[in-house]
């Protein structure tokens, strides 16, 4: 799909309007009242996300037009206009239109408005199809024609420009973790990253990924552990970038993103049951979503210098499999007894937290579908955040606001680390009090790699993944939470 701009109502295409609830003209056409008239008449009431498909028979701006509510003028938001423009899309779609326009509503500033428009429907006009066999009689969109006055098309076209990034980086993200896991073993995601990292390279993107044996070297006992069970072999990245136009050794605020790249999750031999493995392969959403920040780093430039760092491996129940009470000793030294094989992703982040701790960032968030409690917790469409510095929750809260993905800040009790006391390691990789604050138990543990760093873990099992299309959402991987992370760099 492509966002074009113009000046002028195109007559022959479908063109999109937005109205809000109890208005007497579409947004941006005061003159045109008998449009909301006829649609009032079949019953539209604007109400949010919904929609009427009108052909007005004179005086109409266009043949066909496809009006779309958004709701209470008082209370408009982003992503109510985000989600609008991805029912608008559908909206379009479902009636084979292969071009449309669309009215900016001039309700926000331009260049906000055109970037969330952008966003709403370039995200609802994804598909996953490549394992497809055509559909002959199924019309896509190809072209979206945004209509803003004269006067702001350098803002508009700023907004288009910043939406299309934020987009390619989700979908980016979406496909990698749409695909079958026996097709994107850890190589292969090592392979992308180095092709992340050739097309960054002029803005000062460079990248390592560490085979087997070097992982051996660096004595990452945890992420070699949960990766014995598994005829693939495991993966350590690190990409990083510093902006080309830095002085050498000069002093850039700098952070560290943390992602967990398990490719299939198993559970190893705490084996899961069959149910729970159908979505197993999206649980490198973590690590998909840095690359996705990545992938777009050359567009926006941002001004402080990130790592990527991601541990990625299969968590698999081969024959050489770690077992339930087997110690690993994670490359910060500490020992870990393992007695579930299933909790493998604060294992692998063990090692790759204490690796970013040496890198010595002055942040570092995490990203990991690390707990179904977390999906029992806030349900399929919040993330849980769990850390040790207020403000950096407070700076990914803000970037949050602007990308309409959803957090909530969770609790790191205390009292509760005593349920990881073992009496022959150091930690227990679960807690001896089941089936209580899960998502919490996850977060303390990883606590205890970060050597008191700023940080900031970020629990995705929920929202990285979706079992339905729901507004500009497709079912499977969504990219969550790659947009906030993009927004949250920049404002930096
Ligand atoms: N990858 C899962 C968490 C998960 C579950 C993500 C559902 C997305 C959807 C994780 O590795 C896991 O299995 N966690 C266990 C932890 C438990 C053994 C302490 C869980 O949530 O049951
Ligand atoms: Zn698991
Ligand atoms: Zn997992």
Not at 301 to 327: C, F
Not at 430 to 435: D, E, K, L, Q, T
């Amino acid at each position: 799909m492509k966002i074009s701009l113009v000046t002028s109502i195109p007559k022959s295409q479908s063109l999109i309007l937005f109205a809000f609830e109890k208005e007497k003209a579409p947004c941006a056409l005061p003159k045109q009242a008998p449009l909301i008239q006829q649609a009032a008449s079949e019953g539209f009431k604007a109400k949010e996300c919904s929609g009427a498909i009108l052909h007005p028979k004179s005086g109409s701006p266009a043949k066909q037009v496809i009006l779309v509510g958004l709701g209470d003028k008082s209370k408009l938001t982003g992503e109510k206009l985000r989600r609008a423009a991805a029912a608008a899309i559908k909206k379009a779609q479902s009636f084979s239109q292969k071009s449309v326009s669309l009215l900016l509503p001039g309700t926000l500033d331009v260049q906000k408005e055109s970037q969330i428009i952008s966003e709403g429907c370039l995200l609802a006009g994804y598909r996953f199809d490549k394992y497809k066999s055509p559909d002959r009689d199924e019309v896509l969109i190809k072209n979206v024609d945004l209509i803003a006055p004269q006067k702001v098309l350098n803002e508009a076209r700023k907004g288009i420009r910043f939406g299309q990034i934020l987009s390619d980086a989700t979908t980016f993200v979406r496909d990698m973790v749409n695909e079958p896991p026996s097709n994107l073993p850890p190589s292969k995601i090592g392979e992308i990253a180095k092709e992340i990292a050739d097309r960054g390279e002029s803005v000062g993107i460079t990248v390592k990924v560490f085979d087997k044996s070097q992982i051996e070297e660096m004595r990452m006992g945890a992420l070699l552990g949960v990766n014995r069970g598994s005829a693939e072999p495991p993966v350590f990245i690190h990409l990083h970038y510093r902006p080309q136009q830095a002085k050498p050794g000069e002093k850039l605020k700098s952070i560290a993103l943390v992602g967990k790249g398990i490719t299939f999750d198993s559970g190893g031999l705490s084996l899961k049951p069959a149910q729970s493995m159908e979505t197993m392969k999206m649980d490198m959403a973590g690590a998909a979503s840095i690359l996705g920040v990545f992938k777009a780093i050359p567009q926006i430039k941002p001004k402080i210098e990130i790592h990527g760092i991601l541990a990625v491996t299969e968590n698999m129940p081969g024959g050489r499999a770690y077992k339930p009470g087997d110690v690993l000793q994670a490359m910060n030294g500490k020992s870990i007894e393992v007695l579930n094989t299933d909790a493998e992703g604060r294992l692998v982040l063990s090692d790759a937290l204490a690796y970013a701790v040496k890198q010595n960032p002055d942040a570092i968030v995490d990203l990991a579908t690390l707990t179904g409690a977390c999906i029992v917790a806030l349900g399929s469409l919040v993330a849980g955040a769990m850390g040790n510095d207020d403000d950096l929750f407070k700076a990914i809260q803000k970037a949050s606001e602007e990308s309409g993905e959803k957090f909530w800040q969770m609790p790191l009790v205390e009292e509760y680390r005593d349920g990881l006391k073992s009496p022959i390691a150091d930690i227990k990789n679960i807690s001896s009090v089941r089936g209580e604050a899960g998502s919490l138990i996850g977060g303390l543990f990883l606590k205890e790699f970060v050597g008191g760093k700023p940080w900031l873990h970020l629990d995705i099992a929920g929202p990285a993944w979706s079992d339905k299309e729901f507004h500009y959402l497709s079912h499977g991987g969504t990219g969550f939470p790659t947009r906030t992370l993009i927004h949250y760099l920049i404002n930096q």
